[in-house]
């Protein structure tokens, strides 16, 4: 029998089990700036941010943020962005909408010195209101007092005729519209007209006289005081449209003068000034009554409501990016990157009778691509492809490649037949975009889209984990950051260095520690809630435990599940004695992230004369991973080189987790395995109080697996649960995961006690030795023995299956 010493020589220390943090005093924090952890990452960032030499570098150096969740990439990032920002004195511009009078299906985007476009919209209503209402008004007051001067003209004009028709024995009459052609005047009543019984009782010689020669002296006169209104009526019409002309020039300079200065050099915005300026020298005339002699005689003005209506729509601006209040490059987060969000767009809507479409540049909206134009944009790539799919996806490449954004509907950009033919013109944008996302993502489009892997050369790649001394100053940093906004009590030091245990036992690493400062930040949190509930004025150590416990325990209904379903006796489980051919291995399942547990898994082996092989039952059922069944192909090499150098093997052995029903993957079960079958080659009993795990090699070397941590205290769990725990119990596990080891206090406090011992492996020798308590050379010269014995009595079927599976014709020999 093997002495104890081997088990004295392979027990690990209790300070291997767990690596503990002095407590984290308060002076030890030196910096709580947003880069915590994230130094290589940010470095990255700024490396990206700086490129902007050239349109090639603008456009290709693009970034992409990758790492896990909950390490602070996207708050961290924009947090960062912001700050590169606020050192950057570069107001973004605002950019306008307006109506395109050469294309109106094509509205113009204009770009306008910062804090412009709010004076540039309300001057350009005014303008509207002004050409509208005002301008007619004062037109209308113009032709007014034109007209009567023109109607006194006209009166001295008749006036004249009048007095000189009198002098011929005639009047002219006025009637409500014209003068009316001369009458014989009364001798009596010189204002009247010549009644009949007057004519009558004249001369027939003054008769004659004032019918004849008269009357055509007073016609004479009639007719050129006609002639003259009729000149004088024609030539005022023809100085008219010309002098209005000039008059509305001079009313509405004043305003254009004004918006040109706003609007500066923008040839775009001046261009559409100048057309407006033509609309409104055209429209205003239609406002008001034309021109004719029916204003002398003061008739209503009549107002073109359809004119009126058209100055107002063209003269307003559409204000897509206000930025008044903005000082620097401009910092967008889009969190829900759909197609419209991003890119904008089209508001049209029905109207009328026949639901027709009605669009007018007043209804195009843009997105938050053209909020970020001159600063930053930052979305997360999968929300995108979520919400906004491949398509988003594309038309963020073109935009980024082309910098050039065109506002229009989603079937405008696939070229399929849109409901309108409505979209802006091409705006020239400039937006360095960051997205981020799982490293798993990036990957996959770098591989598949070239056009992605051109336009983000730069990765800044989030890391999920710090050094462990580090970590005693960043967790105590960003802890002072979580209590800043003052909704956490103090944290005492104790705890902190239990948070900081805890971000060690995330990473399996004792040298490291987690970056998950959102989970981080979740468990601090729910700490102060339990501290709040015992009525402490402090988090401890213990209430730092309990959130823990308690966010496990929310979350493991299927692990609750799976131990009743062990301790009941359903699922097998030897915890004492001694058995041939059988082994507790350790298997680690995961439901979530945040829910990994270990649970013992039987392992048993047959060995039988046969052709040389190693089944796996799962294997044979196509149950097996890839993994699992490697490692099958390295026991069969390592039997195969130990034990059959010099003949065949002339053995079948058979392996089987027992009771697995599903899929099982991995190669952290063949240490277990090897044992098992040396067991049931030599009848040697392996030790049931005992557990293993670990990988190994061809050449029997252990090699490290991983969730070393739950899969002890899944072995530990099966036998504290149900008071089993006694001197002789333990775990095997590989000497190079010893730096992974950060076990739970009950774990390293039975150790104490001696009711359970963890043991450290570098060989299958060891994991031998302590398994079937013999010396390893015994046990292999037994396997020789035992082979031999095999082999002897080995039937000639048998041997011409072996000759067959060497490749040789068993007829040649």
């Not at 003068?179 to 204002?191: E, I, K, Q, T």
């Not at 990765?459 to 710090?466: G, I, K, P, V």
């Not at 004695?577 to 048993?604: A, H, W, Y």
Request: proline fraction near 5%; charge should be neutral; charged fraction near 25%.
């Amino acid at each position: 029998m093997m002495s104890s010493d081997i088990r004295t020589r392979l027990a690990v220390p209790e300070d291997r089990l767990c690596r503990r943090c002095a407590p984290v005093e308060e002076t030890i924090i030196a910096d709580t700036s947003d880069v915590i952890g994230q130094e290589n990452a940010l470095r990255s960032v700024d490396l990206g941010l700086d490129m902007t030499s050239g349109d090639y570098a603008k456009t290709h150096y693009n970034i992409v943020v990758v790492g896990p969740s909950n390490t602070g990439r996207t708050t961290k990032t924009l947090k960062h962005l912001r700050k590169h920002a606020a050192g950057i004195a570069a107001p973004p511009p605002d950019v306008l909408c307006l109506h395109n009078f050469s294309s109106p299906r094509r509205p113009s985007t204009v770009f306008v010195k910062n804090g412009q476009g709010r004076a540039i919209r309300k001057k350009l209503a005014a303008l509207g209101r002004y050409a509208a209402i005002g301008l007619p008004r004062k037109l209308i007051a113009s032709r007014q007092q034109r007209l009567e001067r023109l109607h006194e003209k006209i009166g001295e004009i008749w006036a004249d005729a009048k007095e000189r028709v009198q002098a011929f024995g005639h009047l002219i009459l006025e009637d409500d519209e014209r003068y009316l052609p001369p009458v014989f005047m009364s001798v009596a009543h010189p204002d009247r007209p010549m009644s009949q019984e007057e004519y009558e009782a004249l001369d027939d010689d003054i008769r004659d006289k004032l019918g004849g020669e008269l009357a055509a002296e007073a016609q004479n006169i009639y007719e050129t005081a006609g002639m003259a209104t009729q000149t004088l009526l024609t030539e005022d019409r023809k100085s008219l449209k010309k002098d209005e002309r000039k008059q509305m020039r001079r009313s509405v300079g004043r305003h254009f003068r004004n918006l040109r200065q706003l609007g500066g050099e923008d040839p775009a915005f001046n261009g559409y000034l100048a057309e407006l300026e033509k609309l409104i020298l055209r429209l205003v005339p239609r406002l008001a009554t034309p021109p004719d002699a029916s204003m002398i005689f003061g008739g209503p003005p009549k107002v073109d409501a359809n004119a009126m209506e058209l100055l107002r729509r063209l003269t307003e601006v559409n204000l897509l990016v206000d930025n008044a209040r903005v000082t620097h490059p401009p910092v967008i987060q889009v969190t829900v990157p759909q197609y419209s969000e991003l890119f904008g767009r089209i508001n049209a809507h029905l109207s009328g009778p026949d639901d027709s479409v009605n669009v007018d540049h007043t209804m195009v909206e843009g997105g938050a691509f053209l909020r970020a134009n001159g600063g930053y944009l930052i979305l997360d790539l999968e929300d995108l492809l979520r919400w906004g799919g491949m398509l988003t996806f594309y038309k963020l490449l073109q935009v980024i490649r082309t910098r050039k954004l065109t506002i229009e509907g989603k079937a405008r950009f696939v070229d399929a037949d849109p409901l309108i033919d409505y979209r802006s013109k091409d705006i020239p944008v400039d937006v360095r975009v960051v997205v981020v996302c799982d490293q798993w993502l990036v990957h996959l489009l770098r591989h598949y889209e070239p056009e992605f892997n051109n336009l983000f050369r730069i990765n800044a790649e989030f890391d999920d984990q710090m050094d462990f001394d580090e970590a005693r100053r960043a967790y105590a940093a960003f802890v002072d950051i979580c209590r800043a906004d003052g909704s956490l009590p103090e944290v005492t030091p104790e705890a902190l260095a239990r948070l900081v245990e805890y971000g060690a036992r995330r990473t399996e690493d004792q040298q490291k520690a987690s970056t998950e400062f959102g989970i981080i930040k979740d468990v601090i949190t729910e700490a102060a809630h339990w501290a709040r509930q015992d009525g402490a004025d402090s988090v401890g150590p213990t209430h730092v435990q309990r959130a823990i416990d308690e966010r496990f325990e929310r979350q493991a209904l299927l692990v609750r599940r799976y131990q009743e379903y062990l301790d009941s006796g359903h699922l097998l489980f030897d915890h004492d004695g001694f058995k041939v051919g059988q082994i507790n291995g350790l298997s680690v399942l995961m439901i979530s992230p945040e829910i990994v547990f270990g649970i013992p898994s039987r392992i048993t082996a047959q060995a039988f004369a046969g052709p040389e092989k190693v089944l796996l039952v799962q294997r044979e059922a196509g149950l097996s991973g890839p993994s699992m069944d490697t490692a099958i192909g390295v026991i069969r090499g390592y039997f195969s080189g130990r034990y059959g150098r010099k003949r065949p093997l002339g053995l079948a052995v058979q392996l089987c987790f027992e009771q697995c029903y599903g899929g099982i993957d991995g190669d952290s079960a063949s240490l277990a395995e090897t044992v098992a079958l040396i067991s049931a080659i030599t009848r040697l009993p392996v030790d049931q109080r005992l557990a293993m795990t670990g990988s190994m090699n061809q050449l029997g070397e252990a090699q490290p697996i991983g969730g070393a941590n739950e899969k002890i205290e899944g072995h530990f769990d099966a036998l504290k649960r149900r008071g089993l725990l006694r001197p002789g119990h333990g775990t095997v596990l590989p000497t190079q995961n010893l730096d992974n080891l950060m076990l739970k206090d009950e774990v390293i406090e039975a150790q104490r006690q001696g009711l359970y011992q963890i043991y450290a492996v570098s060989h299958i020798d060891e994991a031998l030795e302590i398994f079937l308590r013999r010396p390893a050379k015994e046990i292999h010269d037994l396997v020789k023995k035992r082979l031999k014995e095999i082999n002897g009595g080995l039937s000639l079927v048998g041997l011409l299956g072996i000759l067959r599976r060497r490749g040789r014709d068993p007829l040649d020999d």
